[in-house]
């Protein structure tokens, strides 16, 4: 009586707010200590995110190779192999061409000071030759007084460059085991969920169809975005080129943010190198080039797997920024991107999902770790299945009884004969 009275005093849509609210907070709650153990983790959780990006990347080429007829491992080292050559040739190519041009560069930014200070006092501004200098030695001083700061960082970064390397030496192991026993590794994380192993794989596969997509996708956009700005700064004689259409690519991944930055960056060096006619002759390029990229790239290749509004990349890069730093602004479209598809499958009606036994079903590997698979001449742990009653399927129940009954009988007719 007391608790139907309580009902009744509190009406339907609070109760429902209250009961929304409630479930909101139990979320909240879950996803602040999911996200401080990744902070804490953080040596561990992203080299594992660029593990996935780097796999989506390279699947295609290790499943082709596993389609030719080749053995897993193999497919996986040559795909491993050219993945670091491509790396280490790019590597090279801007290496060689920074140490050939940086002379180049440091001669042409010192005509280029000296024509912006002669146009400094004979122009519009009328600017003495003191003020120059004051002005000058005001920026030297401020170098200076940073010197200390800057000698502190570089000393640090020692220990940074420790944590690095061993990053990256995790981020390869488990790029390998992706590539190699992806399908085995996912076979084996669907048995926990039991009864719920149907939805989760579903959702699994959305969320890589989406990854794969945008990953590739990306790639394909930042590339041609690299070798056009490229060819621009090539084409107009400006230093560095290698290394800034390189520096391009990689900001390309970071949607708005990183190729302002880049774009600065080769602005700058295209202004102290040719000079501002140039330099504007750059950035209306670059503006002309990026209006391209996102209303006829991005649409065709990649809007399709992610289909977010402009508002919405924002302001998931600005919590993947202020959360996890210039990292957390790479990784935060695609792990939303992997949510918004991942969800609606979780919530699909079960009875419209496949049975367990068609979901786990593996084409290019046993359903589980290389641990739980049977060694070769044991026999397997479980027996084959028979029919009800113990017997073979091959002989009905009474076909030996039969036999028997029908030879005695011929016995019997011999003796009677």
């Known amino acids: 009586m007391l608790s139907d009275r309580g009902t009744k005093l509190v009406p339907p849509v609070l109760a429902r707010m209250a009961a929304w609210s409630a479930c909101l907070i139990l979320i909240g709650i879950v996803l602040f200590y999911f996200a401080g ?75 280029t000071v000296a024509e912006v200070q002669e146009w400094l006092t004979t122009g519009p501004l009328h600017l003495q030759e003191a003020q120059i200098t004051d002005y000058v030695n005001n920026v030297v001083s401020m170098i200076d007084a940073q010197r200390t700061a800057i000698t502190g960082t570089v000393l640090s970064a020692g220990a940074v460059a420790v944590e690095v390397l061993a990053s990256i030496v995790l981020m390869l192991f488990v790029t390998f085991f992706l590539l190699k026993d992806g399908d085995r590794i996912w076979a084996w994380f669907l048995k926990g969920f039991g009864r719920m192993s149907p939805r989760v794989d579903r959702a699994g596969r959305a969320a890589w169809t989406t990854l794969s997509h945008y990953v590739q996708g990306s790639v394909i956009v930042a590339a041609v975005h690299g070798v056009v700005m490229g060819i621009v700064l090539a084409g107009m004689g400006v230093p560095l080129w290698a290394p800034l259409a390189v520096l391009i690519f990689f900001a390309s991944f970071i949607p708005i943010v990183g190729i302002f930055f880049a774009g600065t960056v080769a602005t700058l060096v295209t202004l102290g190198a040719k ?95 290389p641990g739980d698979e049977p060694a070769d001449g044991e026999p397997d742990s479980e027996p084959d299945s028979e029919p009800a009653g113990g017997e073979p399927d091959d002989q009905p129940a009474g076909d030996e009884s039969d036999g028997r009954e029908s030879r005695a009988a011929g016995r019997d007719g011999a003796d009677t004969e």
């Open 275 to 369: 000079g501002i006619v140039y330099a504007l002759i750059f950035v209306g390029i670059l503006v002309i080039e990026q209006q391209l990229e996102n209303h006829v790239l991005q649409p065709l290749i990649v809007g399709r797997a992610l289909r977010f509004h402009p508002l919405a990349i924002i302001l998931v890069l600005a919590v993947g920024g202020i959360l996890a730093g210039i990292a957390g602004a790479v990784v935060a479209v695609p792990v939303a991107a992997v949510i918004y598809r991942a969800l609606p499958e979780l919530r699909s009606d079960p009875l419209a999902l496949p049975a367990p036994s068609d979901v786990l079903a593996v084409p290019s590997g046993p359903p589980g770790p």
């Open 37 to 111: 153990a990744v902070a804490r983790l953080s040596f561990v959780a992203l080299p594992v995110a660029i593990a996935l990006l780097l796999t989506a990347l390279l699947f295609p080429l290790t499943r082709s190779l596993r389609e030719a007829g080749m053995r897993s491992i193999w497919a996986t080292w040559i795909t491993m192999i050219a993945a670091l050559a491509v790396i280490m040739g790019t590597g090279w190519l801007v290496g060689a061409r920074a140490t050939e041009e940086f002379p180049n560069l440091v001669k042409q930014v010192q005509v």
